[in-house]
């Protein structure tokens, strides 16, 4: 397009108030993230109603920052991005509500966009020169999937979750362990000061011809280990668990990315989700990678996490699309990610 589309995003799917002004899907003007780990880590995960009203608090707040740290105003606005699904009911509602309103005050196009997809486009952001397509795994809390990007819009969902995320496996472990909420980043500190192979668990689907994942089962597997060394009142090293854990999960998902990537001729593999960030996963990824002369991309930890500046880059890709929704655009919070 020859004209620059300067962009609004929302994003309140879950507990991050965010707001992002961007140019052109990739120049990100502003990005806002008021976060609520701290209020919500006393009761060991979000709260979806002090979530919601949190969001209710902070969302006028955020929006106003964006806007003047982009140096703009909201007459330069093209369009208003906003996180649609998936995610909280109520959660979502306070930020679809703000970009209506936006949307219809000024006359301009509002553009839903899929969480998931967000994420992805996140790689955009930070990789100026990436272009679809590519092979992309999705690891999140509340998601594991691995994805086929055949363009910036269209994706093929091919493998998921069959129980819990590994981003919810994670934090499953870290509570069993006594660690602090989120435990993703906890336990991925912990492991790097224990034995990776101190302890033997499962590695889920790992064998098998699916490109699905599992993790209820590891996660069992750890909380049998620690009851049994509880019984025998062994010595529990936390280190060592969280380390063997780790492992378990990140080779599953790497093994499976690369195996996808050579079916699909893939030059590049792209992370997406707050697990994304875990050290262990990026640096598996880059020896696995370089074996196999496939290139691995991944946001920076800022931009793994719940953002505005996602949700925005995604949005401006469906708008040039021709991808528009109406004022009448209804929360969909068990939005999936399927093949256009």
Known sequence: MEKNIINLAIETSCDETSCAVLKNGREVLSNIISSQI?????????????ASRKHIENINIIIEKAIK???????DLDIVSVTQGPGLVGALLVGISSAKSIAYGLGIPLIGVNHIKGH??????????LKPPFTCLVVSGGHTYLVQAHSYTDYELIGRTRD?????????????????????????????????????????????????FSFSGLKT???????????????????DVAASFQQAVIEVLVEKS????????????????????????RNLFKS?????????????PILCTDNAAMIGSCGYFNYIDGQESDLGMTVEPNLELNYK
């Open 258 to 281: 690369i195996r996808l990537a050579k079916e699909k001729n893939s030059k590049t593999i792209v992370l997406a989700g707050g697990v994304a960030a875990n050290s262990g996963l």
């Open 221 to 239: 597997a750890v909380l049998n280990y620690l009851n049994h060394m509880e019984q025998k009142k062994g010595e529990i090293v936390v280190e």
């Open 120 to 129: 992805i486009c996140a790689n955009y952001i930070e990789h100026k020169d």
């Open 288 to 300: 696995r990678g370089k074996e196999e002369g496939i290139n691995i991309r991944y946001p920076s």
């Open 38 to 50: 701290e209020i919500h880590r006393k009761f060991g995960g979000v709260v979806p109603e002090v």
């Open 69 to 75: 740290e982009a140096n703009i105003s909201f007459k």
């Open 164 to 212: 819990d995320a590994a981003g919810e496996a994670f934090d499953k472990v870290a509570r069993s362990l006594g660690l602090s909420y989120p435990g993703g980043p906890v336990i991925d500190k912990l492991s790097k000061e224990g034995n990776k192979e101190a302890i033997d668990f499962p590695r889920p689907f790992l064998g098998d011809n699916s490109y699905d």
